[in-house]
């Protein structure tokens, strides 16, 4: 019997399902990986925005951490909303503790509501902390900004961004997102020595709820299955695309993505049966 790929996400929660540790898991399941997960915060979110969270102890998100990883080690970990440099610091070294070999950091700093979801000090601990370990890390282009203090208008300032977040900051690749640039949906890989362009066609959606936790997600999942990082992306924009393009068209806000918009053909004709 074949082994099966394993993932864990270290995030916060979103009631609505739609981001964060919801989205992570149900995003696991589409690709075939079994999702695990170590809940920072508890977050009361839905479409229309963030209304407030609590950051759990730092004694019992370890112990989260330790109860997955003396049973069922990841292949591959993903962080999403780590809202203080105290959970940043400890999940770092967790991850250095078990040796982590594929690790991507979505460096969740701003809603897609706009809602700010990190303190300011935490800004300097993702740097300082994370940075270092990611196989990966997948900012959009306010995340980008806020980690690299550049600000971002061309395509040229978004590979500036991915330079520095690599050759300054220690990253093994940066993925800068360009969901937030006018014009096509184009994002960048870099990987220290080259960059590598993942191109889509822009959809008018307001849809768009969780989207940096789903791509990421995929990447995680891909990396789990043992495949290089270029393939993770290329999957992942891939699934962004078809989860953005056929929206659910629920909740009174920014509704969620759609996390079988990849199959999304195959489930309608199967209800037409």
């Not at 963030?50 to 990883?69: G, I, N, P, R």
């Not at 993903?78 to 070294?93: C, D, F, H, I």
């Not at 050759?167 to 640039?181: F, P, R, S, T, V």
């Amino acid at each position: 019997m074949t082994e099966i790929a394993k993932a864990l996400t270290v995030a916060g929660t979103d009631p609505s399902g739609g981001a964060g540790i919801h989205a992570d898991l149900k995003t696991f399941q589409e690709i075939g990986v079994y999702g695990m997960s170590v809940i920072t915060s508890v977050v009361s979110q839905n479409t229309l925005g963030v209304k407030s969270f609590v950051d759990l102890e730092l004694d019992f998100v370890e112990s989260q951490f330790d109860a997955v990883y003396e049973d069922i080690p990841p292949d591959a970990v993903k962080s999403g909303m780590l809202s203080n440099p105290e959970v940043m610091a400890l999940t770092a070294r967790k991850m250095k503790e078990a040796g982590v070999a594929n690790y991507v950091l979505d460096p969740v700093m701003i809603a897609s509501s706009g809602h700010a979801l990190i303190s300011e000090d935490a800004r300097v601990a993702v740097a300082k902390e994370l940075l270092p370990l990611a196989t990966v890390v997948t900012p959009n282009l306010p995340e980008a900004e806020a980690l690299t203090n550049k600000t971002i208008k061309t395509v040229e300032d978004m590979k500036e961004a991915g330079r520095v977040l690599v050759e300054e900051y220690g990253a093994n690749a940066a993925l800068i997102k360009g969901g937030h640039y006018e014009g096509e949906a184009d994002d960048f890989l870099y990987d220290g020595d080259t960059f590598e362009k993942f191109s889509a066609e822009r959809f008018d959606t307001k849809h768009t709820h969780g989207s940096g936790c789903t791509y990421a997600a995929v990447i995680t999942a891909g990396l789990a299955n043992g495949k290089t990082l270029y393939d993770a992306v290329k999957d992942g924009k891939a699934y962004i695309t078809a989860a953005i393009s056929n929206p659910l068209n629920i909740g009174k806000g920014q509704g969620p993505t759609n996390h079988w918009g990849h199959r999304w053909s195959e489930i309608h004709s199967k209800e037409k049966a």
